[in-house]
């Protein structure tokens, strides 16, 4: 597709287990990005891959998140040991000039 | 910090009832402000880019401006199918990642 995919859609887990949400960019975007949304707040920045740069990692909320770029496409967000208060929407982004992000339709995470 | 901060939080308007939307924003050095679309349900979708302040972008019934320290996007003569929630943003000082504000959600009714 000429978009960004991101799978799953929807996803409900138990608290205490390990997520991970995939992300598929733009055919070749340099950038790529992870924001979380959650009800009534704005988007908070996660993390932001740019080629083979080292990532910058700032927006992680904790050690329970982390996330990888292969071969500088597809790019997983992993949550371990999720807790109720990681519940939101994840969305993935990628550009190829600043600020000109094109966001996929997000995964829906649900923690029990 | 580098902050956003969007007003008002909700906007109703009646078919053709022209009006705007504003964005606060703080920034050490501004490298741009952005706005976005987003409709329920899906990911935010890119609008307008302003780098220096008296710049303006026009889109349809959308007209984006910019001072020193806000931006205004004017909605005029907006149609139902302008209902959206418009977030505007400024690009970080590292440039690697986009601040966004919590959104103006509008709602045009016929």
């Known amino acids: 597709g000429a978009g960004v995919s991101q799978s799953p859609s929807n996803k409900v887990t138990e608290k205490g287990k390990d997520v991970e949400l995939r992300c598929d960019p733009i055919?070749?975007?340099?950038?790529l990005y992870w924001y979380r949304q959650s009800l009534g707040q704005g988007l908070e920045f996660l993390i932001y891959?740019?080629?083979?740069?080292?990532?910058?990692k700032s927006g992680l909320p904790s050690d329970r998140f982390s996330a990888e770029r292969t071969g500088g496409s597809v790019s997983t967000l992993t949550i371990q040991r999720t807790q109720q208060e990681d519940s939101a929407v994840y969305l993935c982004?990628?550009?190829?000039?600043?600020?000109?992000?094109?966001f996929g339709e997000g995964s829906r995470l649900t923690v029990l | 910090e580098d902050q956003v901060t969007q007003s008002p939080e909700a906007l109703r308007l009646q078919e053709g009832e022209s009006s705007s939307l504003n964005c606060s924003y703080t920034?050490?050095?501004?490298?741009?402000l952005f706005w976005y679309r987003q409709d329920p349900g899906k990911g935010p979708e890119f609008l307008f880019t302003?780098?220096?302040a008296g710049e303006e972008k026009e889109k349809e019934r959308l007209k984006a401006t910019l001072t020193k320290k806000e931006s205004f996007l004017h909605i005029t003569a907006p149609k139902p199918e302008d209902s959206a929630t418009y977030l505007c943003?400024?690009?970080?000082?590292?440039?690697?990642?986009?601040?966004f504000g919590k959104g103006t959600t509008l709602s045009v009714s016929s």
């Open positions: 055919s070749g975007h340099t950038a």
């Open positions: 891959f740019q080629g083979n740069s080292a990532p910058d």
């Open positions: 302003l780098y220096s």
């Open positions: 943003a400024v690009a970080n000082q590292a440039g690697t990642a986009l601040i």
């Open positions: 920034v050490s050095g501004l490298r741009g």
């Open positions: 982004a990628s550009s190829l000039e600043v600020g000109e992000l094109f």
